[in-house]
């Protein structure tokens, strides 16, 4: 049984995320994707929920997924805010680690751009080091740690907000804004499917790139906040092999490895 593709065609429109609630759909839906799912109608968040299961021991491959975040993480100690019901929110949990966090959560940018792909979502651009862009806005972040032995790559993508939050209403956007209707469950399946994809070492060049194509950064003026005190700027030449972005600046070229990025022009 497929569930991303074998029910009517009319269902899409219905978000069918919340089904998962019931278990033994969770079951069949989690043999399909060979993982166990844990579904939260609520919680503070999927990625410390799922660190804490990392760190505890899991019976097997595992992921959580929400239909609402409380207390959701971004990168660099920033809140991740999602209306209720309207984002796919979901947290995985690798063992062993694929990659480095920082390079996995990269590579994840990959995943969600060929994962929308499949439902017609084309244009999409990847930020370093993990965002995903359409049409002017972010429509999805990814978010990786290292923790008992594995890696946990939590992923955001909001697919039916109608309105952004006022606090990231100018850089932010959603596939519902966009046109794309797009259903969360189905998503979470084929996005399942790309993140095993990319997990596997012999596939990683062809996902570097794919980033390097899919790059909005790569070949633009940019500045990096690498820390509170340490701020470059210069043109974004490249990605290194290892994630790290390559920067030429008037007094050579960096590499970053970590940092937050502005395009200049
Ligand atoms: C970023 O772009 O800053 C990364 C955002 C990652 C958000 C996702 S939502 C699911 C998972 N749970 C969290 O608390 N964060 C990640």
Redesign the pocket.
Known sequence: MVFGTGLPASLPEMDRLTLLADPAVRSAFGGELGRIIEYHATIG????RARELARTGVAGPTLVVADQ?TA????SD?T?LSEPGTAL???WIFRPAPAEPALFALLAGVAVARALRTFGVADLGLKWP??VWLTGGKIA???AHADGGGLVI???VNVGQRTMPREIAETATSLARAGHDVDRLALLARLTKELDVIADPAAREDALAEWRKRSITVGREVEVTISDKERIRGRASGLADDGALLVETPYGQQRVIAGEVRVLG
């Open positions: 968040s999927t990625q410390d975040q959701g993480h971004g990168r920033k991740w929110l979901a947290s993990n965002d972040g990814c978010l939590g992923i955001g």
